[in-house]
């Protein structure tokens, strides 16, 4: 074997293992790009997502369509021929068991209820007013869960903003602490200015513990209300809901009150169908008869019409009657209560909000002016000019300050929800 011979070998051998390394690191390379692709991002729960999944798990928002197809099954049956199903009647008759005649006689009978009169139109526009009523009562039932839902979540919104509050406050105590500790071994301050600093940074650290414990509680009210809450750590948009002073909602048109106002049709129309309900319905009889008078004897056919009429209801429709005209006059009164209730609902609501948006420029000015405090004494106490305890009054002065302004923030977010509520919107 020559040498050129020998290079060539060993070149092919080097060229082949080279390619075999570069496809081993290349098929490496690519695992952690397939594990570093980013999940796609879901978006953070907001107020009316929460409202969705809360209606969504409401026995009202389950049954509304078993609700709906029952109306409907009602008014098809008022708009039936007759009020009831009619009936087949047989009758045999035979002296097989006594004389043995030859005797016989079949009877095959329809019997039809009828309508009193009246009757099938008051039928009718009550089935009506079923529909209707069952509308109304799922969209009172969506501004009652919306009532709750809105509490539930401004209060954890509150909860937020505390544990936010209280964690910029713990950092701000804990950067003082360390300016004291530094101080103190340079002999600037006394080891008792060091023991309150650590009290302020204890005191700060409790507070965070609490307003964690706080957030945990009203996340799990969300939780538990909607099935789903955002996480702790999540961030959530705290963007109040549109402001309600354009909302020309008349407060009849609340679902309250149309709740109570297609409860009111009810009951009237089930007045007046009462009314005309003085007996049970009458009956059409047909009977066709083929009777036989005995043994050799041709057999017969007749056909009998007859009428059934029942009696007045007499006590038993007077007891319906009273009934139903309680039932109207006790829901016309709820009624007007309820309007209002509803109109001085509506007024305090937009005074809330009046008055929340002047706590909220009242505390942003105080924020500007404790901000400004701070950065002054912190460079006096830097200079020594200024004591510990000045500078941490200044402190909690100021993380009070930032503390109301978040919280009144959220207050005027509330109560523009509150106001929404009251105007009967639903959350958006």
């Known amino acids: 074997m020559t040498l ?8 092919l051998r080097a060229s082949v293992l080279a390619a075999a390394v570069f496809s081993s690191v290349a098929a490496q390379a690519q695992v952690p790009l397939a594990i570093a692709t980013p999940a796609p991002a879901v978006a953070p729960l907001n107020l009316r997502q929460v409202f969705e999944a809360a209606w969504a798990r409401q026995p009202e928002a389950m049954a509304l369509q078993a609700r709906r197809d029952a109306a409907r099954a009602q008014q098809n049956a008022a708009q039936a021929w007759t ?16 004389r043995n005649q030859g005797a016989r006689e079949l009877e095959v009978g329809v019997s039809v209820p009828l309508w009193l009169p009246g009757e ?32 539930t979540w401004w209060q954890w ?3 937020r903003i505390d544990v936010d509050i209280a964690r910029d406050q713990l950092d701000n ?7 004291v500790i530094r101080r103190v071994r340079a002999g600037d301050l006394a080891r008792a200015d060091q023991h309150q600093a650590d009290g302020a940074v204890a005191s700060a650290e409790a507070n965070m513990a609490q307003a964690e414990v706080n957030l945990a509680a009203a996340r799990q009210q969300l939780h538990a209300l909607a099935g789903a809450a955002p996480l702790a750590n999540e961030a959530t948009d705290a963007v109040s809901e549109p402001d309600a002073s354009a909302a020309t909602a008349d407060v009849e048109a609340n679902a309250a009150l149309q709740e109570l106002k297609a409860k009111a049709t009810v009951a009237e129309r089930t007045a007046a169908l009462t009314a005309v309900q003085t007996r049970v319905n009458p009956e059409l009889t047909l009977t066709p008869t083929r009777d036989r008078g005995g043994f050799g004897e041709t057999s017969q056919q007749t056909l009998a019409v007859g009428v059934r009429i029942p009696f007045g209801g007499g006590p038993r ?3 319906r009657t009273a009934n139903a005209l309680a039932d109207t006059t006790e829901i016309q009164a709820q009624l007007s209560l309820e309007r209002g209730r509803l109109a001085a609902e509506r007024e305090a609501a937009r005074v809330r909000v009046d008055a929340s948006r ?22 006096s106490f830097r200079l020594g000019e200024t004591d510990l305890p000045t500078r941490l009054r200044i402190e909690a002065e100021a993380a009070e300050a ?10 005027l977010a509330a109560a523009i929800s509150a106001w929404r509520q009251s105007l009967g919107l639903l959350p958006q």
């Open 358 to 379: 002047s706590q909220l420029a009242a505390a942003e000015r105080r924020v500007v002016l404790a901000r400004e405090s701070r950065g002054f004494f912190d460079k």
């Open 317 to 319: 429709h007077d007891v």
């Open 120 to 151: 099938r139109s008051r039928s009718a526009a009550l089935a009506e007013a079923e529909g209707a009523a069952v509308e109304s009562r799922a969209t009172a039932a969506q501004l009652r869960i919306a009532a709750t839902v809105r509490e």
């Open 173 to 179: 105590s804990r950067r003082l602490a360390a300016d």
């Open 4 to 11: 050129g011979y020998r290079t060539t070998i060993w070149r």
């Open 402 to 411: 930032e503390r109301q302004a978040a919280r009144n923030r959220i207050e």
């Open 157 to 159: 919104q509150r909860a």
């Open 83 to 98: 009020p009831e199903s009619a009936a087949l009647e047989l009758a045999y008759k035979t002296d097989r068991f006594n």
